[in-house]
């Protein structure tokens, strides 16, 4: 394995430990900031690296389409190109084909589909997925091409896709191949089927990878039946590899699925929440549109070291966010972001002392999840 993984302590379910790379240590539980088009949203990266994040998540369908995966490689690849030092992950760009491109054809080959940008024809195969992320992009880790069903999904349906992954993943391995100072995640699928994703669990460990993700939720599955999958899923992957749980999520979504066993996570949602005026804190979230924030001087989190969190009141946000002024939107996500560092920052803090029991009755003692 590339990437030796140190679990330094374990309560329960819930484990704290660190992900070794050439490019720096990811602590985990980690919260992977969306970088989608070679930046996370309204923020630079210096004000990402002042948040914690030891990580970064880049998008392999958007960076095909624009500036290409070709030209990536030739301006140094991903990390150069954005000027981020510390490890990047991409997905697999699957996903993304499925949500917002037009599919024109998935075959046992290769997914056909039409750019959301400008309608033009592209074909990927786990083989080209695996050359963009890992040759051309240069991410420290890379996902296989997979199959994601959307939720609800009937028994037949999640299977073929389960199964369509499994031989997707072997075929993005091949294409990997060996490699000292990258490595590759496999993704569990299976939908909200306990026998399909011990199937899917079981074939991706005969195939072999670096990590495992779990995927296939995060979909509108909604948080009862995503902790219903979670308390099974977590358990069939190894547990001496990290576990990834693919697009989520909310806070409480994450001190959940901590508390079954998951070590990675990656959302959109701490930058599309702040673009649009919702600040994430330790009682839940806030809408700095509302009227009662108008005359609060106080800061978002007087607590947090980021200057977005204890630098500004309540009020100026509120102002900047009716405005729609683009430094509100800057605020608020950067807030969220150092928010979301400072939430994993304490689980693994609650985990290695043995306290995480308490800290989740504490979290949601504290926490209301719709603001």
């Given at each position: 394995?590339?990437?030796?993984?140190?679990i330094?302590?374990?309560?329960g379910r819930?484990?704290?430990?660190?992900?070794?790379?050439?490019?720096?240590?990811?602590?985990?539980?980690?919260?992977?900031?969306?970088g989608?088009?070679?930046?996370?949203?309204?923020?630079?990266?210096?004000?990402?690296?002042?948040?914690?994040?030891?990580?970064?998540?880049?998008?392999?369908?958007h960076?095909m389409?624009?500036?290409?995966?070709e030209?990536?490689?030739?301006l140094?690849?991903?990390?150069?190109f954005?000027?981020?030092?510390?490890?990047?992950?991409?997905?697999s760009?699957?996903?993304?084909?499925?949500?917002?491109?037009g599919?024109s054809?998935?075959?046992?080959?290769a997914v056909?589909?039409?750019?959301?940008?400008?309608?033009?024809?592209?074909?990927?195969?786990?083989?080209?997925?695996?050359e963009?992320?890992?040759?051309?992009i240069?991410?420290?880790?890379?996902?296989?091409?997979?199959?994601?069903?959307?939720?609800?999904?009937?028994?037949?349906?999640?299977?073929a896709?389960?199964?369509?992954?499994?031989?997707?993943?072997?075929?993005?391995?091949?294409?990997?191949?060996?490699?000292?100072?990258?490595?590759l995640?496999?993704?569990?699928q299976?939908?909200?089927?306990?026998?399909?994703r011990?199937?899917?669990?079981?074939q991706?460990?005969?195939i072999?990878?670096?990590?495992?993700?779990?995927?296939?939720?995060?979909?509108?599955?909604?948080?009862?039946?995503?902790c219903e999958?979670l308390?099974?899923?977590?358990?069939?992957?190894?547990?001496?590899?990290?576990?990834?749980?693919?697009?989520?999520?909310?806070p409480?979504?994450l001190?959940?699925?901590?508390?079954?066993?998951v070590?990675?996570?990656?959302c959109?949602?701490?930058t599309?929440a702040g673009?649009?005026?919702?600040?994430w804190?330790?009682?839940?979230?806030?809408n700095?549109?509302?009227?009662?924030?108008?005359?609060?001087?106080d800061?978002?989190?007087?607590?947090?070291?980021?200057?977005a969190?204890s630098?500004?009141?309540k009020?100026?946000?509120?102002?900047?966010?009716?405005?729609?002024?683009?430094?509100?939107?800057?605020?608020?996500?950067?807030?969220?972001?150092?928010?979301?560092?400072a939430?994993?920052?304490a689980?693994?803090?609650?985990?290695?002392?043995?306290?995480?029991?308490?800290?989740?009755?504490?979290f949601h003692?504290?926490?209301?999840?719709?603001?």
């Amino acid at each position: 394995m590339p990437f030796p993984f140190e679990i330094a302590a374990v309560e329960g379910r819930a484990r704290t430990g660190v992900l070794k790379t050439p490019r720096g240590d990811i602590r985990t539980p980690a919260f992977m900031p969306v970088g989608t088009a070679a930046t996370v949203k309204a923020l630079t990266v210096d004000q990402v690296k002042a948040t914690g994040a030891d990580i970064l998540l880049g998008n392999t369908y958007h960076l095909m389409l624009r500036p290409g995966p070709e030209r990536m490689e030739r301006l140094g690849g991903l990390h150069r190109f954005m000027g981020w030092d510390k490890p990047i992950l991409t997905d697999s760009g699957g996903f993304q084909v499925m949500s917002l491109a037009g599919i024109s054809k998935l075959t046992e080959h290769a997914v056909t589909f039409s750019s959301h940008i400008d309608g033009s024809k592209h074909e990927l195969t786990p083989e080209r997925s695996i050359e963009i992320q890992a040759d051309r992009i240069g991410a420290d880790i890379s996902m296989q091409l997979d199959q994601c069903v959307a939720y609800p999904a009937e028994k037949p349906a999640a299977q073929a896709a389960m199964e369509l992954s499994i031989r997707w993943g072997a075929r993005s391995k091949a294409r990997f191949g060996e490699r000292e100072t990258q490595a590759l995640f496999g993704i569990q699928q299976g939908s909200t089927f306990e026998d399909l994703r011990r199937r899917s669990s079981e074939q991706l460990q005969e195939i072999g990878f670096d990590g495992y993700a779990i995927g296939g939720l995060a979909v509108g599955e909604g948080h009862q039946a995503m902790c219903e999958v979670l308390d099974y899923a977590p358990e069939m992957l190894p547990a001496d590899r990290p576990r990834y749980l693919m697009g989520v999520g909310k806070p409480v979504d994450l001190v959940e699925a901590v508390w079954r066993g998951v070590d990675m996570f990656d959302c959109v949602l701490p930058t599309r929440a702040g673009r649009h005026g919702q600040a994430w804190t330790w009682d839940g979230p806030l809408n700095l549109k509302n009227a009662r924030f108008a005359e609060d001087q106080d800061p978002l989190d007087p607590t947090l070291p980021c200057p977005a969190s204890s630098g500004y009141s309540k009020a100026y946000l509120h102002h900047l966010i009716r405005a729609d002024e683009i430094l509100g939107k800057v605020l608020l996500s950067w807030h969220n972001i150092a928010f979301y560092q400072a939430l994993t920052a304490a689980m693994r803090a609650a985990i290695a002392e043995g306290r995480f029991a308490q800290f989740r009755r504490d979290f949601h003692a504290r926490h209301t999840s719709n603001g």
